[in-house]
């Protein structure tokens, strides 16, 4: 069992918008804003899109957002593109007895 | 530009010691605030942060497999590597290595992973 929980999966047309959550606690995603977003394509490293709750790394569209309430965070991802198809997980720093980092069970993400 | 790359076993015994080379460039353990993590992935399941280390030498493990694991670095060869002994069948995974920046929780660049059977 994933420390962070999120939904194992979501889809959504091209050009729509869809959202992401990832549900920790206060020991984590509501203590602090240390919230990233991970791309994964089947058979590839992880990509970092989203750090630090809501910022982007060079050259990741702005179509894709984060953001935070209490102890959710969410990624959204606006006007879809096929190749947003993939799993995208969440990870949190955690004080909580360490690790520390955890990350949440992945979602994959599914462009109709 | 910033790159790792895994090294080691694709085939280990149930039992035996896994040792895990990440060779970078790009960046220097040496420089203030900056790690080099672990992380793995059972084929088809969730990515698992496994440890971390720090430039200063601070080493953080992974509660449920601290007893397993040993991280180290050398920083003249910017290398770090991960051992994890008494490997068992559910350790089978793809084990990735990960930059850390400074004052941050997220790998902003990863290798490519390498993928470590256990089987007898």
């Known amino acids: 069992q994933s420390a962070l929980a999120q939904p194992a999966s979501v889809s959504g047309s091209p050009g729509q918008s869809i959202t992401i959550s990832c549900t920790g606690t206060?020991?984590?995603?509501?203590?602090?804003?240390?919230v990233s977003w991970y791309q994964q394509h089947p058979g590839k490293a992880p990509k970092l899109m989203i750090y630090e709750v809501s910022n982007r790394p060079s050259g990741v569209p702005d179509r894709f957002s984060g953001s935070k309430s209490g102890n959710t965070a969410s990624l959204t991802i606006s006007g879809l593109q096929a190749e947003d198809e993939a799993d995208y997980y969440c990870?949190?720093?955690?004080?909580?007895?360490?690790?520390?980092?955890?990350f949440g069970g992945g979602t994959k993400l599914t462009v109709l | 530009q910033i790159t790792l790359k895994e090294s080691g076993p694709t085939l280990v015994k149930p039992t035996q010691t896994l040792t895990l080379t990440c060779t970078f460039s790009g960046f220097s353990l040496s420089t203030s605030g900056v790690g080099v993590g672990w992380i793995r992935q059972p084929p088809g399941k969730a990515l698992e942060w496994l440890a971390l280390?720090?430039?200063?030498?601070?080493?953080r493990y992974s509660p449920s497999l601290k007893s397993r694991l040993t991280i180290t670095k050398d920083t003249s060869k910017n290398q770090v590597v991960l051992t994890m002994t008494n490997m068992d069948p559910v350790d089978t995974a793809t084990y990735y290595c990960?930059?850390?920046?400074?004052?941050?929780?997220?790998?902003?660049?990863w290798g490519q992973g390498t993928l470590v059977t256990v089987s007898s």
């Open positions: 280390i720090y430039w200063d030498d601070d080493k």
């Open positions: 990960a930059h850390f920046p400074p004052n941050a929780y997220d790998g902003d660049y």
């Open positions: 990870s949190s720093y955690t004080s909580s007895n360490t690790p520390l980092v955890v």
């Open positions: 206060s020991s984590d995603v509501g203590g602090y804003n240390y």
